[in-house]
């Protein structure tokens, strides 16, 4: 099923990552980690491994110890935190730098091992490593300074399979004495851009390496070459609350000159006459004044992602994402318009067509969704997302035995996908199969509580 708002197999390229010691070391440490072979993924992430590896140069030529981490399984992970634990001092500089995916849950950021196996929101918690908990390990031990450079903001393979999915990451909150930027704004995505480097590192080590710049300095010029690089369709976010003057190249002297602003936006075209929308691109969906859910008004994540629309209908991700936060929320129609634009923008896009095809189900368009669900399998045959909501499109037509084999299918796949397999209970007690049905059912509910709950809200009971 999608919406809900994907990990298996154990990729390490290095399972125990070494401190290396640099001159002029004394208490500065960082933790570097590139995740990239995320196995639920289509492909590997071009660029958190060459990022880890040049932030972590650039980090030791300026007096940090470093330990940097490649693929990262979650003991991985937890064993490298737990090394960083063990170095700090009172009063020590620590930074920590991860590359790959990250997933907002409860209002705090993950950073998602490679090995992590993520079905539902719950699993979030149970396999990432949140970012606020991490630094306030390290407040704890007695660091003095605290960064976090999370260049995480990707759209992730895991979004479809959360029906409360939030875009990006959440606002950190820090001990006092921390800086932390994320490589886009509080809950929106980017995408790779499938070079050698992030447009997040790549402006983030030229400004590293300019003299006499204090640290709040360079994370404030690093979001201004993003966002002119990007014009502006990527802004990195900042907190601050240190306390103290630090710089990256240690010996710096702070510097008098004003930070550097965005530049400014163009002034929209003047007309004498309202400019209304073309009939042929997205619409920008308006709530009517007596939406059941005016609370959709004033959500920040599609507010930002209408603005962006507003300025760009043709932006396909943007539509995609809006799509999704409609979905999480109940607005459906809405939903299910955001994804048709998505595919009529890209044809190929399956995470639309599955989306829409889980979506449709859920307001009763069995015959549509149908259909969408064989377009995506047909574009990523044994994508297991589609068969899952295929599934759920046959046992809600009553067509059990059809079910039970798309449900059977996603098992194969992804034995521990809790939607097919009280799905597959349900279809295989309808279909007169009471005794493995209930088998099914009980081990869903045990591997998660709310599924009965969650299909009840698609009408099946």
């Not at 918690?125 to 990707?154: H, M, P, Q, W, Y």
């Not at 014009?231 to 907190?239: F, L, T």
Request: net charge neutral; with cysteine.
């Amino acid at each position: 099923m999608s919406i809900r708002l994907p990990l298996l197999a154990l990729l390490v390229f290095s399972l125990a990552p070494i401190f290396h010691s640099a001159a002029k070391a004394t208490d500065r440490f960082a933790l570097v980690i590139g995740n990239a072979k995320y196995p639920d993924a289509d492909a590997p992430l071009k660029e958190p491994i060459n990022d880890a590896r040049s932030v972590a140069d650039e980090l030791k030529r300026d007096g940090f110890t470093i330990e940097i981490g490649e693929n990262l399984t979650g003991d991985g992970m937890r064993k490298a935190f737990e090394r960083l634990y063990g170095h700090i001092k009172p009063g020590s500089v620590v930074l920590i730098f991860f590359s790959g995916y990250g997933i907002q849950s409860n209002r705090q950021s993950f950073m998602i091992p490679v090995d992590a196996q993520i079905w539902t929101e719950a699993d979030v918690r149970r396999d990432g490593f949140s970012l606020e908990t991490v630094l306030g390990e390290v407040n704890n031990r007695g660091a003095g300074v605290k960064i976090a450079l999370i260049d995480a903001s990707r759209r992730n393979p895991y979004e479809r399979r959360f029906r409360s999915f939030s875009a990006g990451l959440a606002p950190v909150i820090a001990p006092n004495g921390t800086l932390a930027i994320y490589s886009a704004a509080l809950s929106s995505v980017m995408s790779d851009n499938g070079g050698d480097h992030s447009l997040f590192v790549q402006e983030l080590l030229k400004e590293i390496r300019v003299p006499d710049l204090m640290a709040e300095e360079t994370l404030n010029r690093t979001r201004v070459g993003v966002t002119r690089a990007s014009r502006s369709e990527q802004v990195p976010w900042i907190s601050s609350s240190l306390a103290e003057d630090f710089s990256f190249i240690p010996g710096a002297r702070p510097s008098v000159s004003p930070p550097q602003q965005p530049p400014p936006r163009p002034d929209p075209p003047k007309a004498e006459t309202p400019v209304l929308p073309s009939p042929e691109k997205p619409v920008v969906a308006d709530l009517p004044s007596n939406d059941p859910l005016p609370s959709l008004a004033d959500d920040p994540t599609i507010k930002n992602l209408t603005l962006k629309l507003v300025e760009n209908p043709d932006d396909a991700g943007s539509l995609y994402r809006r799509g999704q936060v409609y979905a999480s929320k109940g607005a459906y129609d809405l939903a299910i318009k955001d994804f048709g634009d998505t595919i009529r923008l890209n044809p190929r896009d399956v995470e639309a067509y599955n989306n829409r095809c889980w979506t449709r189900t859920v307001v009763g368009e069995l015959q549509s969704a149908l259909r969408d669900c064989n377009e995506a399998l047909r574009l990523r045959p044994n994508f297991v997302d589609a068969l899952d909501s295929r599934g759920l499109v046959n046992l809600k037509s009553g067509l059990n035995k059809n079910a039970v084999a798309d449900f059977d299918a996603a098992l194969k796949i992804s034995p521990r996908l809790t939607s097919s397999l009280y799905g597959r209970g349900l279809a295989r007690q309808r279909s007169g199969a009471i005794s493995d049905g209930e088998v099914d059912i009980n081990n869903a509910k045990a591997m998660d509580p709310n599924i009965v709950k969650e299909f009840e809200n698609y009408g099946i009971r």
